[in-house]
């Protein structure tokens, strides 16, 4: 038996951030930045395009009728995989010690409340209401909720990563920024529809952060060894 420090096989234990942060890690980062870019561009578009439409005033969920339907309806479908890959992606990246499931959970939960949401019609006034409209009305709460909580949770938790922590005040002060401002849309008397635009600008600019973050790796893995 060869017991000799110098010439004994050691055997090393496996290089766990590696694994987390290999390509697995980084396609889930790619499916949400296209399903990011597909409602950003849809969405866009649209507000040029529907001419018919008073865009202060108009929801999102508004421009599912009449021309270009049918691309805003798969828009709102579009971010939903990406989202829970999202949700996927940050938990296996994370350092151990910074994992926490509860932002996993909210993400898919939101992504599958988007999809109920994409899913039924909204109703184009407020009164009568319908099953359908009323479904959409929750769903679309359900989905802002969980995902603007998500975005604030699984920012907090940068800070205790050493390869992400360079990313922690940015994510924050932006998902900080999502969550009052959700909640100064929901309980004050701002036009519905730039006030819902104004929501999903900026959830659509803390994922696309947060999704080109997980494409690149941690901040050491970018540095050029010496």
Known sequence: MNVHPFTSPVRHAP???????????????????????????TCLLVQFLRTDLNWISTSMSIYVTGPYGTWVRASFYAPAPGIAALGIGWYRALDRRARSVLPMILFIT??????????????????????????????????FLCITTAALLQSLRLRLDPGRRVHFIEATAIASVCVVYFWIYALS??????????????????????????????????????
């Open 110 to 143: 939101s992504a599958i409340a988007l999809c109920i949401l994409a899913s039924f019609t909204a109703d184009p006034t407020r009164w009568p209401v319908t099953l359908h409209g009323n479904i959409h009305q929750w769903a679309a709460f359900a989905t």
């Open 189 to 226: 008397p701002i036009p519905r529809g730039l006030g819902e635009k104004a929501v999903i600008a900026l959830v659509l600019a803390w994922l696309w952060r947060a999704a080109w973050w997980l494409l690149r790796g941690p901040a050491h893995s970018l540095r050029v060894p010496r």
């Open 15 to 41: 290089d766990t951030r590696l694994a987390r942060d290999g390509p697995l890690t980084r396609v889930l980062g790619v499916v949400a930045l296209i399903g990011i870019a597909f409602i950003t561009v």
